[in-house]
């Protein structure tokens, strides 16, 4: 529990290589429910490959603005978010699933003027393991809620899921105004399950229930799993969907990559009468995926960053 003086949490680290057993999936149904955050280790991703796509992203971040912005808002490919959006220290580059290497691919072409297939191999690489980690994640996340509900509900809700990668640089600020600077403000994610690579320099924090700001500090060799506002609808809100940001504490460029794994467009989003429990009111109404995707990029403003401030409680919640 976060006490007053608390300024990091430690959270649970799974073993996602191996099947849980009973007492590591009621201590990831608490995490689930207090933080929506966890650690998962095993996760197959090498070092090695984390170098490549570091390597990636400083080439990529550090071509010209006047190259990046022609994968930008307003170019054909709009994958590139520059900085002023999200804010001034933030930028990143979106790979779509499921043929990430035709998605990198469609940047590749632009941004080097080449086609590099480095760039798009690493990256298809990266984004089929985060698919496979994912679908994994949820089938346990699911085991946590309920007996057998991964066999009840994995392939008839989540069989359609799909992911897309965030590539994310953090440039600190250039001088010293205030003490801590948010490199991406307070939010909630629009997934089901975000996977969360940060490098060494930390900076990530989660929201608790009592409103107090708490470090996740980076964990050696763990990929970070955070629950999203999908999920947090799906159950009923027995799984938390927190709110998070990222602060720049120190003055060191950050690097973090996010995969967010979502339902498809057309989905209706609706807790299923077991996962609700008997004697529970439903805390949802059903929407429609894509309609909530929409609301929160107009809720944000035209062409703004679709993560300011809204959440699913906003939009589809039966209590205020
Ligand atoms: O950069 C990070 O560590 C987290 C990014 C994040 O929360 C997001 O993109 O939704
Ligand atoms: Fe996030």
């Known amino acids: 529990m976060a006490t007053k003086s608390q300024t990091s949490i430690e959270l649970p680290i799974f073993d996602i290589s191996q099947p849980l057993d009973k007492s590591s999936l009621s201590s990831l149904s608490q995490a689930c429910k207090d933080w929506g955050f966890f650690h998962i280790t095993n996760h197959g ?30 170019s054909d490919i709009k994958s590139y978010t520059p900085h002023f959006i999200a804010s001034p220290f933030f930028e990143s580059l979106r790979v779509s699933g499921p043929d990430f290497f035709a998605s990198a691919q469609a940047s590749a072409m632009v941004l080097l003027n080449q086609q590099n297939s480095e760039f798009s191999e690493i990256l298809k690489e990266y984004g089929s393991k985060m698919t496979e980690l994912a679908k994994r994640i949820v089938q346990v996340v699911l085991m946590s ?7 009840k509900f994995y392939d008839s809700e989540f069989g359609n899921c799909h992911g897309y990668l965030r590539i994310i640089n953090y440039t600190p600020p250039e001088s ?22 940060q490098d060494q320099i930390g900076g990530l924090q989660v929201r608790s229930k009592e409103g107090n700001w708490l470090d996740i500090n980076p964990c050696e060799e763990t990929l970070l799993v955070n629950i999203g506002d999908l999920m947090q609808a799906w159950s009923n ?44 009111l439903r805390a949802y109404k059903p929407f429609v995926c894509g309609d909530y995707v929409k609301f929160r990029e107009i809720s ?4 703004k960053f679709e993560k300011v401030g809204f959440t699913v409680k906003d939009f589809a919640g039966t209590t205020s």
């Open 45 to 74: 991703v090498s070092k090695e490959l984390y170098k490549q796509l570091y390597s990636l992203s400083n080439l990529l971040f550090n071509l010209p603005m006047e190259s990046k912005l022609k994968v930008g808002p307003f």
């Open 145 to 151: 809620l309920g007996e057998n509900f991964e066999h």
């Open 176 to 197: 010293v105004t205030q003490e801590e600077v948010e490199g991406l403000g307070m939010h909630t994610d629009m997934s089901c399950i975000t996977i969360v690579y």
């Open 237 to 280: 809100g027995r799984l938390r969907s927190s709110e998070h940001r990222v602060v720049l504490k120190r003055f060191a460029n950050r690097f973090s990559l996010a995969f967010f794994w979502c339902f498809e467009d057309q989905k209706v989003i609706c807790a299923p009468d077991e996962v609700v429990g008997e004697g529970h």
């Open 300 to 303: 944000s403003g035209e062409g």
